[in-house]
Nanobody, 117 residues
């Protein structure tokens, strides 16, 4: 199994920045990708960004492209989501997800991000 712990959420004004972290533990050797998702009140969970664990290739949702940057620190088994130019519509609970060989996924508990206008 893999355990994921997110941190870094909080309250920020529109135009501000936050950096989320997601630390993985357990069978991290099995991870091949990690993702960020978010879920706003009353809405479905949506994809935000992904990174390949070995090559570091990234891909972003159109709604965050150019504002958010996902990175990883393999030595710390941690991924980050740098969020700049935040907008009120970015308000959501942000979850990280780890992809394991065989299409098995593990989720973190989520961290709240609130952007005030």
């Amino acid at each position: 199994q893999v355990q994921l712990v997110e941190s870094g959420g909080g309250l920020v004004q529109a135009g501000g920045s936050l950096r989320l972290s997601c630390a993985a533990s357990g069978r991290t050797v099995s991870i091949y990708r990690m993702d960020w998702f978010r879920q706003a009140p009353g809405k479905e969970r949506e994809f935000v960004a992904t990174i390949s664990w070995s090559g570091g290739n990234t891909y972003y949702a159109d709604s965050v492209k150019g504002r958010f940057t996902m990175s990883r620190d393999g030595a710390k088994n941690t991924v980050y989501l740098q969020m700049n130019s935040l907008k009120p519509e970015d308000t959501a609970v942000y979850y990280c997800r780890a992809g394991i060989s065989g299409s098995v996924y593990y989720w973190g508990q989520g961290t709240q991000v609130t952007v005030s206008s």
